[in-house]
């Protein structure tokens, strides 16, 4: 059991090493070589996980989209409500996925850029952003169906908007450009989540 959980930890310790490479130096930059000798074994173990560098990279893809997406499923309604409960039902959510991309920064930078990767990382980073939308778009059609949103929403341009505003914010929140005199990184995941959720339904009012 305990060979088991060590096999473990040390394929969790390649993913997490070969995430901050691809991010930091770009996926064609990275060598084998330097995701090893920073976790500190041999090729012959990253090897016996996984079979290639890509194979590393459509992993960390993989999981992060898995994760991501369960966050945004428990923004699907089970029942109507009212417009406030819908704000902050909406905070709690992006609350949700700001905290984990603050502590998954290079994942994110991955799906963001795709990582300098080849055509097969780039078009895992791309479908992960599109179910992304797609969750989003799922959540909004169950409050049209709840009477919440109209049925005259257009949901493509919708989902395609929120999911825009998602990446900018998460963007200049921990990677910026940001104005010198901005203070967005400093925000805490909630309360970037609570100017979120203000600005996605009431806009530049921001009630």
């Given amino acids: 059991m305990s060979g088991s959980s060590g096999a473990q930890d040390t ?24 995701i090893v000798k920073q976790a500190g074994v041999s090729q012959g ?4 996980h996984f079979k290639s560098k890509e194979a590393v990279a459509l992993e960390i893809i993989q999981a992060g989209k898995e994760q991501l997406l369960a966050v945004i499923q428990q923004g ?15 905070a709690k959510l992006l609350e949700g996925i700001f905290r984990f991309s ?9 799906l963001f850029t795709g990582g300098g990767g080849d055509d097969a990382i780039r078009q895992a980073a791309y479908e992960t952003r599109i179910a992304m939308e797609d969750a989003f778009r799922r959540n909004m059609s169950r409050a049209i169906e709840l009477g919440m ?3 005259s929403m257009d949901l493509d341009a919708r989902s395609a908007l929120l999911m825009s505003l998602i990446e900018g914010v998460i963007s200049r929140w921990l990677f ?23 600005f996605e ?5 921001g009630m």
């Fill in 11 to 34: 394929k969790e310790l390649l993913l997490k090493i070969a995430a901050e490479y691809f991010a930091r130096h770009g996926y064609r930059q990275t060598k084998i070589s330097d």
């Fill in 45 to 48: 173990t990253f090897y016996w």
């Fill in 76 to 90: 699907y309604r089970k029942q109507e409500g009212t417009v406030p409960d819908m704000v902050q039902a909406s």
């Fill in 102 to 110: 603050r502590e998954n920064p290079y994942l994110m930078e991955i």
């Fill in 149 to 151: 949103l109209p049925e």
């Fill in 176 to 198: 910026g450009p940001i104005h010198p005199q901005s203070t967005i990184q400093d925000k805490t995941p909630e309360a970037l989540a609570q100017e979120t959720a203000r």
């Fill in 201 to 205: 339904f009431f806009g530049l009012l």
